[in-house]
């Protein structure tokens, strides 16, 4: 356990870390990748260029200070990151390295704020949690080697075929090439795709199942990703996969990761499930809806999907097969930027975003689980709907693509 003095000092410097956060971040991870360049690959440079990554590391520097008295309330937080870290290969050997450019940051960007007392105060507090780290992080490794066809590290995996699922999304199918079994898998998990780019070396990627458990493949579906800003590249990625992979290649691929899941049997006790994709976000929402499916084709499911337009909607032929199996699979589709013909036709079932009204009128709200998933503006926008409806918190589970980062529009406030 930490001191109770460590504790007095981490709470009384907690205002002025907040107020640096960032700062410290960004120097953070110049100093690391200076320092110990290796580390690099562990990292997505776009979520760098972006400052994602950093606002997020700030994020949970400041949310682990400010609960230094009562960590237990970041476990949610640590069950995530750890099995963000086990999808990448990062062992207990990384945590030192981390550890001494945080403090090493901490010092330049302070100065001499941080006193040897604070300094020691703060190691002791990032070696408590690092623990909590890595015993975590060896439990899921032994979890994944232990499973029926598990493995830990890179498994080699023959594209068996490549299916395009709109303008935008290409699905692929992903077979071992050992021709040995799959692992099973939580519906909603991901898998990291290692490919040696041919002309820059780039970080592991993670990539939604978008099928079922318990099938002879795995599916991945990807989208073209454009650059995140004007003077940032393409998404490096998604362009190789979606030009440079063909069938018959062969990628490296980690086990299955991620704590955005449902259990379909618990699913289908008798709570009605609504999921709600904007976009990509639809891949692990897929991936629940068929297991729920599978289960208990009786199960009480709402599944919408928000898209630009039916250039850029994917897998509307697939959902539509789905709920024709399931007498209780209500779906909907929403266009914000409809294309001539789109809601004529029939190619969605209304124009517009996700708004409080909606989920009032067409979901069972009071009752029911959601999860949801897409781009951080569809996020927030669901997020502050379901708040307006009252939906208790426990009922409510959501994944981000790329850094975790606040839900609510305004700035939490450390206190």
Same mark, same amino acid.
């Not at 995530?80 to 901490?106: D, F, N, T, W």
């Not at 439990?139 to 493995?151: D, K, L, M, N, R």
């Given at each position: 356990?930490?001191?109770?003095?460590?504790?007095?000092?981490?709470?009384?410097?907690?205002?002025?870390?907040?107020?640096?956060?960032?700062?410290?971040?960004?120097?953070?991870?110049?100093?690391?990748?200076?320092?110990?360049?290796?580390?690099?690959?562990?990292?997505?440079?776009?979520?760098?260029?972006?400052?994602?990554?950093?606002?997020?590391?700030?994020?949970?520097?400041?949310?682990?200070?400010?609960?230094?008295?009562?960590?237990?309330?970041?476990?949610?937080?640590?069950?995530?990151?750890?099995?963000?870290?086990?999808?990448?290969?990062?062992?207990?050997?990384?945590?030192?390295?981390?550890?001494?450019?945080?403090?090493?940051?901490?010092?330049?960007?302070?100065?001499?704020?941080?006193?040897?007392?604070?300094?020691?105060?703060?190691?002791?507090?990032?070696?408590?949690?690092?623990?909590?780290?890595?015993?975590?992080?060896?439990?899921?490794?032994?979890?994944?080697?232990?499973?029926?066809?598990?493995?830990?590290?890179?498994?080699?995996?023959?594209?068996?075929?490549?299916?395009?699922?709109?303008?935008?999304?290409?699905?692929?199918?992903?077979?071992?090439?050992?021709?040995?079994?799959?692992?099973?898998?939580?519906?909603?998990?991901?898998?990291?795709?290692?490919?040696?780019?041919?002309?820059?070396?780039?970080?592991?990627?993670?990539?939604?199942?978008?099928?079922?458990?318990?099938?002879?493949?795995?599916?991945?579906?990807?989208?073209?990703?454009?650059?995140?800003?004007?003077?940032?590249?393409?998404?490096?990625?998604?362009?190789?996969?979606?030009?440079?992979?063909?069938?018959?290649?062969?990628?490296?691929?980690?086990?299955?990761?991620? /704590?955005?899941? $449902?259990?379909?049997?618990? %699913?289908?006790?008798?709570?009605? !499930?609504?999921?709600? #994709?904007?976009? *990509? @976000?639809?891949?692990?929402?897929?991936?629940?809806?068929?297991?729920?499916?599978?289960?208990?084709? /009786?199960?009480? $499911?709402?599944?919408?999907? %928000?898209?630009?337009?039916?250039? !850029?909607?994917?897998? #509307?032929?697939? *959902? @539509?097969?789905?709920?024709?199996?399931?007498?209780?699979?209500?779906?909907?589709?929403?266009?914000?930027?409809?294309?001539?013909?789109?809601?004529?036709?029939?190619?969605?079932?209304? !124009?517009?975003?996700?708004?409080?009204?909606?989920?009032?009128?067409?979901?069972?709200?009071?009752?029911?689980?959601?999860?949801?998933?897409?781009?951080?503006?569809?996020?927030?926008?669901?997020?502050?709907?379901?708040?307006?409806?009252?939906?208790?918190?426990?009922?409510?589970?959501?994944?981000?693509?790329?850094?975790?980062?606040?839900?609510?529009?305004?700035?939490?406030?450390?206190?």
């Amino acid at each position: 356990m930490l001191s109770d003095k460590t504790i007095q000092i981490v709470k009384a410097i907690t205002p002025l870390v907040a107020a640096n956060a960032e700062t410290i971040t960004r120097r953070f991870y110049t100093r690391m990748f200076e320092g110990n360049p290796e580390v690099k690959a562990f990292f997505n440079q776009a979520h760098q260029h972006s400052g994602g990554q950093q606002k997020a590391l700030a994020g949970a520097i400041c949310a682990y200070f400010s609960h230094i008295d009562n960590p237990a309330v970041l476990m949610p937080a640590v069950e995530l990151i750890a099995q963000k870290h086990c999808s990448l290969g990062i062992k207990a050997e990384h945590y030192p390295i981390v550890g001494e450019h945080l403090l090493g940051a901490i010092k330049d960007v302070m100065g001499d704020a941080a006193t040897d007392e604070i300094i020691d105060a703060v190691a002791e507090a990032y070696q408590f949690l690092a623990d909590i780290f890595i015993g975590r992080e060896g439990a899921i490794y032994e979890e994944q080697q232990s499973a029926p066809g598990g493995w830990n590290g890179y498994r080699s995996f023959v594209v068996d075929r490549k299916v395009p699922e709109s303008d935008e999304v290409t699905s692929f199918y992903l077979r071992p090439e050992d021709q040995g079994p799959l692992p099973p898998f939580r519906p909603g998990q991901y898998i990291t795709v290692h490919i040696e780019h041919p002309t820059t070396p780039t970080s592991p990627r993670n990539y939604s199942l978008s099928e079922r458990p318990g099938v002879e493949h795995f599916r991945i579906s990807v989208k073209r990703e454009q650059a995140l800003s004007p003077d940032a590249p393409d998404g490096l990625i998604s362009n190789h996969l979606h030009d440079g992979i063909q069938p018959g290649h062969v990628v490296k691929l980690g086990p299955p990761c991620g /704590e955005f899941t $449902i259990h379909p049997e618990t %699913a289908t006790s008798g709570r009605p !499930v609504v999921l709600l #994709a904007g976009g *990509i @976000g639809v891949t692990p929402l897929l991936s629940m809806a068929k297991s729920i499916v599978h289960a208990n084709p /009786e199960a009480s $499911i709402y599944f919408l999907q %928000a898209a630009r337009n039916s250039r !850029v909607h994917a897998f #509307a032929d697939e *959902i @539509g097969n789905l709920a024709s199996l399931s007498p209780n699979m209500h779906t909907r589709v929403l266009y914000d930027c409809p294309l001539p013909g789109d809601l004529e036709n029939n190619r969605c079932d209304g !124009v517009g975003f996700v708004t409080t009204e909606l989920l009032r009128e067409w979901t069972p709200y009071q009752s029911a689980d959601f999860y949801f998933c897409g781009p951080k503006p569809f996020m927030q926008a669901v997020h502050a709907c379901l708040q307006e409806l009252g939906v208790d918190e426990t009922r409510v589970r959501y994944e981000f693509f790329g850094p975790k980062e606040e839900l609510r529009q305004s700035v939490a406030k450390v206190g």
